[in-house]
């Protein structure tokens, strides 16, 4: 028996035939898959795409995956773009159908830069609003994961009579599946995917902090963001939530709060932290909260170390020198040997454009870096003080005490008491 598809796109229990319909066999099995696995999946009888899943009809990218992955003569196979993105192909011999999977995207990348991505498969750019919330649902596997789901589908597909893929179907689970789909999409927009997914690298390595709180700090965006993340993820499924929130926020870190100017240091042990406070959480409101907080936390701290405006090229050059060796600062002889400029052009010129002389600068930096530390990593007083470049123990923190009103330990037990209280 085969199934249709009435007019709002949803399953009907089919009638009764007299023979095998390719076609009806084809659509069922697509919109199967797409319930199971969220991936856009289509079917091809020679040069006629009879059936498809996860994108509108008119909407192929499908096509332009086909044309490789037949090159390859083989049941089943798999083919990456170069930007890696993944589609699938399996052939069904005995009706003459091929099937195309995808597309997907890698764990551990942040996919498709979107206008590339259709000018690839050939999609027009003013379908951009309308593709970019289906592709940011498409969950991510890796290469093995995926090619392994494609054997399956191809030993799925040519093991399955039309009566026996039939009988197994819940016609009303696969409605509910494309009735909440359609839903989501609906809420969704491209401003909130892109901000997610794209953008937002962008927006941490420019200390954004304003455009990023224009978007976090409604009720709406968290919202969406949970359904997209259920979408994308499945429904309760806490581990992959998980799992995403891991590649999103190494992505941010090394891409984005990193090349911003937080320094490499900083910004791993940032990372390590966030996401031991991810194996925390107990469900994916929590996950969608704690990567709303870091966005904030590193746009904020990116804004705060961006050199200002006005700087010029030889003390721009200098507070680089400076934050990149805080435990071992030049002198200021060597600064200006390093920068290639006189002691006394760059201590005049570092006071009047940064308001600071060199020395102040760097008992400044290194307070700062002092109390990031002490927040976001369990490193001990000594090894702090080491690393900021304190002579001792005792020095660091008699200068803490004297810049902060409190010394180091009262500092880190005060930062995390209020992480505690905001229940991040």
């Keep these: 028996m085969g199934a249709s598809t009435n007019d709002s796109g949803n399953v009907s229990i089919p009638e009764p035939k007299s023979g095998p319909d390719s076609a009806q066999f084809a659509t069922h099995l697509c919109q199967l898959f797409l319930a199971s696995h969220g991936i856009p999946i289509a079917c091809w009888k020679g040069q006629t795409r009879i059936a498809s899943s996860g994108f509108p009809s008119d909407i192929t990218p499908d096509a332009f995956a086909l044309l490789p992955l037949r090159a390859l003569e ?13 589609f699938g192909y399996a052939r069904h011999d005995a009706l003459g159908l091929e099937f195309v999977i995808g597309p997907t995207f ?17 999609i027009p750019t003013t379908r951009r609003e309308e593709v970019a919330p289906l592709l940011a649902r498409i969950p991510r596997y890796t ?54 997914r794209n953008d937002i690298t962008r927006l941490v390595r420019e200390g954004a902090v304003d455009e990023i709180w224009s978007g976090l700090g409604t009720q709406t ?42 320094g490499t240091k900083l ?16 469900s994916e409101v929590e996950v969608v909260t704690l990567l709303n907080a870091m966005l904030m936390d590193v746009a904020t701290i990116v804004n705060s170390v961006r050199t200002p405006s006005g700087i010029s090229p030889e003390v721009h050059e200098c507070i680089k020198i400076v934050v990149n060796n805080l435990a071992a600062v030049p002198t200021i002889e060597e600064l200006a040997h390093r920068i290639g400029c006189s002691t006394s052009f760059l201590t005049k010129h570092f006071k009047a454009e940064t308001g600071l002389t060199i020395n ?11 109390k990031r530390l002490l927040h976001y990593t369990k490193y001990s007083l000594s090894e702090i003080s080491a690393l900021t470049g304190f002579s001792s123990q ?31």
């Design 394 to 424: 005792p020095y660091f923190a008699n200068t803490f005490k004297r810049e902060c009103g409190i010394t180091p330990k009262q500092y880190r037990l005060a930062v995390r008491d209020t992480n505690e209280d905001e229940d991040i």
């Design 221 to 262: 965006y968290h919202d969406n963001l949970v359904s997209e993340l259920s979408a994308t993820m499945g429904n309760g499924n806490l581990r992959m939530a998980k799992d995403e929130f891991i590649v999103d926020a190494t992505e941010t870190f090394l891409h984005g709060a990193i090349p911003g100017g937080i």
């Design 143 to 196: 290469f093995i994961r995926f090619c392994a789901l494609v054997a399956f589908f191809h030993l799925l597909a040519n093991a399955s009579s039309d009566e026996a893929v039939a009988d197994i179907t819940e016609y009303e689970a696969v409605n509910d599946v494309h009735r909440e789909a359609s839903r989501q999409q609906d809420s969704f927009s491209i401003e909130q995917s892109m901000l997610v």
């Design 74 to 86: 083989k049941p089943y196979a798999t083919y990456s773009t170069h930007d890696d993105a993944l």
């Design 267 to 282: 910004g791993l042990q940032m990372l390590s932290a966030y996401i031991a406070k991810c194996e925390e959480t107990n």
């Design 360 to 370: 102040q600068y760097v008992r400044y930096r290194r307070m700062d870096e002092a």
């Design 106 to 122: 890698p764990l551990g990348r942040q996919g498709l830069v979107l206008e590339h991505f259709m000018n690839l498969t050939g």
